[in-house]
């Protein structure tokens, strides 16, 4: 749920990765926070096991500027991505404003991507919303990997209704920003119409 | 997409009840946080804490524990204590949002919980007033003002 603060000129949105275990979601968000000017950016957080698998969220709070003397800051989460924590996405999915879907390119994990999109729907829809009218875009990560599946299939499979997709390998940062403003404008651009 | 509007005077009607609960209760600091971890209002000592992550972190942890709730068929666990060696937690449901009640060795539990049931009272009301405000009765919304182009600027490098 976005949140407009006419006291303080804010506009505040939420934003969440979602997507296959492995499949970079967390690796996203470490890459802006690094390549993020310290004043437009909070702490991040991440909630994560020993291991460094997500265990409940990751959070990157960032300011994008100004846009009529309100300033827009964007709340970032990743849900973690393992089958067994679907209780956990749920909860991250309330109030979102907007989704990444992160898919993992690499053909064996084509399954895997199937499965975590339908689990997206399903859960947006136990909440009320329809992944076809929220502000949405997907990004293939892992496009620098050998055993990356083509992009045609990738859409075929992940793409139907042909939503803004990015080809990215979010270790080394291609695609992570392009995602990030693709999603971000489509949410700000969707506040305007409903408001 | 569901939008919360606050307007100046509706957050200072709510700044001043996280100001007297933070004062009555002799609380370090009170945090009010929307449901989803936005920071909605603060009082008290709060320029060496980091709110933004303070009040996601909160509402995640209220989330799972409502999460929990369900699980037992409860229909919701309406508080949580928080007890430290020095700092102590106290954390409300209210309407739509969160009431979060930092406090040290100058108050105590029975204190914070005597003033946050009048507080809560008091926030409830006041969310209750915000719900049932007619769009009409304000002027142009920020959001009519935004032209396409102004979202475009603010993405171009």
């Known amino acids: 749920m976005s949140f407009i603060n006419y006291s303080s000129r804010e506009i505040n949105c939420k934003l969440v990765y979602y997507g296959p275990g492995l499949g970079g979601k967390t690796t996203n968000l470490q890459y802006i926070y690094q390549k993020t000017?310290?004043?437009?950016?909070?702490?991040?957080?991440?909630?994560?096991?020993?291991?460094?698998?997500?265990?409940?969220?990751?959070?990157?709070?960032?300011?994008?500027?100004?846009?009529?003397?309100?300033?827009?800051?964007?709340?970032?989460?990743?849900?973690?991505?393992?089958?067994?924590?679907?209780?956990?996405?749920?909860?991250?999915?309330?109030?979102?404003?907007g989704v990444v879907f992160v898919a993992d390119s690499q053909i064996e994990r084509m399954e895997a991507n199937i499965e975590a999109l339908e689990n997206l729907r399903i859960n947006l829809q136990e909440q009320g919303y329809n992944l076809e009218k929220l502000p949405y875009v997907i990004q293939y990560n892992k496009r620098d990997l050998p055993n990356a599946a083509p992009l045609a299939e990738l859409r075929e499979l992940l793409n139907p209704t042909n939503v803004p997709e990015f080809e990215a390998a979010a270790v080394s940062g291609q695609g992570v920003f392009d995602t990030l403003k693709a999603v971000a404008k489509s949410v700000l651009t969707e506040l305007k119409r409903g408001g | 997409m569901s939008t919360q509007v606050m307007f100046p005077e509706e957050q200072e009607a709510i700044n001043n009840?996280?100001?007297?609960?933070?004062?009555?209760?002799?609380?370090?600091?009170?945090?009010?946080?929307?449901?989803?971890?936005?920071?909605?209002?603060?009082?008290?000592?709060?320029?060496?804490?980091?709110?933004?992550?303070?009040?996601?972190?909160?509402?995640?942890?209220?989330?799972?524990?409502?999460?929990?709730?369900?699980?037992?068929?409860?229909?919701?666990?309406?508080?949580?204590?928080h007890e430290g060696e020095r700092a102590h937690v106290?954390?409300?449901?209210?309407?739509?949002?969160?009431?979060?009640?930092?406090?040290?060795?100058?108050?105590?539990?029975?204190?914070?919980?005597?003033?946050?049931?009048?507080?809560a009272e008091e926030m409830n009301r006041q969310f209750e007033a915000m719900n049932n405000r007619k769009p009409e009765d304000r002027g142009p919304s920020v959001l009519d003002e935004i032209s396409d182009s102004d979202i475009d600027n603010l993405f171009n490098d």
């Open chain 2, 90 to 119: 106290h954390i409300t449901l209210i309407a739509k949002a969160i009431m979060l009640v930092l406090f040290d060795e100058r108050s105590s539990l029975g204190l914070v919980r005597l003033r946050v049931r009048k507080a």
């Open chain 1, 37 to 97: 000017n310290p004043d437009a950016k909070g702490k991040m957080i991440s909630l994560a096991t020993e291991t460094e698998r997500t265990l409940f969220f990751d959070f990157l709070p960032l300011s994008l500027g100004e846009i009529r003397g309100f300033k827009t800051r964007f709340h970032l989460y990743t849900v973690p991505g393992q089958v067994f924590y679907d209780a956990s996405r749920k909860l991250i999915l309330k109030g979102v404003d």
């Open chain 2, 17 to 81: 009840i996280c100001f007297r609960l933070q004062r009555d209760a002799n609380a370090r600091a009170v945090l009010l946080i929307g449901r989803d971890g936005q920071p909605m209002a603060e009082a008290g000592e709060v320029a060496e804490l980091d709110t933004t992550s303070l009040s996601s972190l909160t509402a995640g942890n209220v989330a799972a524990t409502g999460a929990i709730s369900q699980l037992l068929s409860e229909k919701e666990f309406g508080s949580q204590f």
